[in-house]
């Protein structure tokens, strides 16, 4: 994705955030948006003078749209690229998609119980699980299985798996906790241009939630891809250059 972005112009920076690669671990739970949106700020001051396009991806979600909160003077739009979701955005809504109801019936258990779980896969794929972690997530989707048989994909997939764990669980544990409420209404509340770009066939959180999503934003686009999963970021970045492109055009008019 990075090499097609930087054909058509555009340079990604992006973060670790708190507790994953060599970052120093996030202690405080309360602390981790606001040190995720903090770090953002300081790679953005890079291009002073120019508004950024925020690809907020996965957990990232959450922090690309706090960023744009923050700082809507330095952001041009936002695209969000098979985008996590909180599972409780409306009363009448069940979470449909597999790994969230999983998610939900797993939340009902205590913190501590969470850390044991979290600490036990991790274990797990240090001890040769890893080829099979990526296997499972990809087994509903056709898109992403075929993904998978892409050799530069599935190394990347494996180094961000490398990248996941360095710190043991701490990054995941934050990133997790992006589910534990209802953050419905900060969604409600971005006042740039909005632009969702969601798999088909995204094993882990279902289009019809990402279109409620949109539906909170009236001046925001949608495109459920067909033939697209999880990892469309990388099988498919001309569609988030597309999502680019109509960014800018809606910035500038």
């Known amino acids: 994705a990075r090499i ?4 058509h112009g555009y340079e990604l920076a992006g973060a670790s955030r708190p507790g994953y690669g060599g970052t120093d671990k996030q202690p405080v739970r309360s602390d981790y948006i606001e040190t995720s ?7 953005a001051e890079r291009f002073e003078g120019r508004r950024i396009i925020l690809l907020g991806h996965l957990f990232g979600t ?16 936002i695209v969000l690229c098979s985008a996590y979701f909180p599972l ?5 809504l069940v979470p449909a998609g597999a790994i969230q109801k999983l998610a939900m019936s797993s939340g009902i258990a205590s913190w501590a119980a969470h850390r ?7 274990s797990y794929l240090r001890f040769g699980g890893a080829t099979r972690y990526i296997a499972a997530l ?10 998978l048989r892409d050799h530069d994909i599935y190394g990347l997939l494996h180094a961000g798996i490398r990248h996941v764990t360095t710190n043991g669980t701490v990054g995941f544990l934050g990133d997790t906790g992006a589910s534990n409420h209802d953050w419905s209404d900060v969604i409600a509340d971005i006042s740039v241009p909005l632009f969702i770009l969601h798999g088909e066939q995204d094993p882990a959180v279902n289009p019809e939630i990402a279109k409620l999503a949109a539906s909170l934003v009236p001046h925001s686009r949608i495109e459920i891809v067909p033939d697209a ?23 500038e008019g």
């Open 4 to 7: 097609s972005f930087a054909r």
């Open 37 to 43: 949106v903090e770090d953002a700020r300081m790679i």
């Open 62 to 77: 959450r922090i690309a749209i706090e960023y744009a909160r923050a700082h809507p003077e330095r952001v041009a739009g």
């Open 88 to 92: 409780q955005m409306a009363e009448h």
């Open 116 to 122: 044991f779980i979290a600490h036990t896969g991790l």
């Open 138 to 147: 990809a087994e509903r989707s056709t898109a992403d299985k075929n993904a």
């Open 229 to 251: 999963g999880q990892q469309m970021l990388h099988v498919m970045p001309e569609k988030v250059l597309e999502a680019f492109a109509a960014i800018e055009a809606a910035s």
